[in-house]
């Protein structure tokens, strides 16, 4: 049973825009902590954004500065990542994931629950 689905991703060029979805299940969405990660190639996950889907504060890695919107529709059961002004620096597959198990956010070790994952491409 497939309970993250990220969607979205794409093939821009340098400056344009981009928003990813995570649908999760139900029982996967509720009170729960999800967190975008990414990996661009040949090196190792790192997060990106992360929010909880009650009442709470959202992160961000230091590098989105300011460029990057982690968002939530709870009808929908769906986390949205808001991509602005986008850098060939940002290519890379993105992942939703849940199931934290404590530990640092942007922490790939502390998420039990991932997604298959959405490309994306920066490139001029």
């Known amino acids: 049973q497939v309970q993250l689905v990220e969607s979205g991703g794409g093939s821009v060029q340098p400056g344009e825009s981009l928003t990813l979805a995570c649908a999760a299940s139900a029982s996967k969405y509720k009170d729960s902590y999800i967190t975008w990660f990414r990996q661009a190639p040949g090196k190792g996950r790192e997060g990106v954004a992360m929010l909880y889907t009650g009442i709470g504060p959202t992160f961000y890695a230091d590098f989105v500065n300011r460029r990057f919107t982690i968002s939530k529709d709870n009808a929908k059961n769906t986390v949205y990542l808001e991509m602005n002004n986008l850098k060939t620096a940002d290519t890379g597959m993105y992942y939703c994931?849940?199931?934290?198990?404590?530990?640092?956010?942007?922490?790939?070790?502390?998420?039990?629950?991932w997604g298959q994952g959405t490309q994306v491409t920066v490139s001029s």
């Open positions: 994931a849940t199931d934290r198990r404590g530990g640092m956010w942007n922490d790939p070790g502390a998420y039990k629950s």
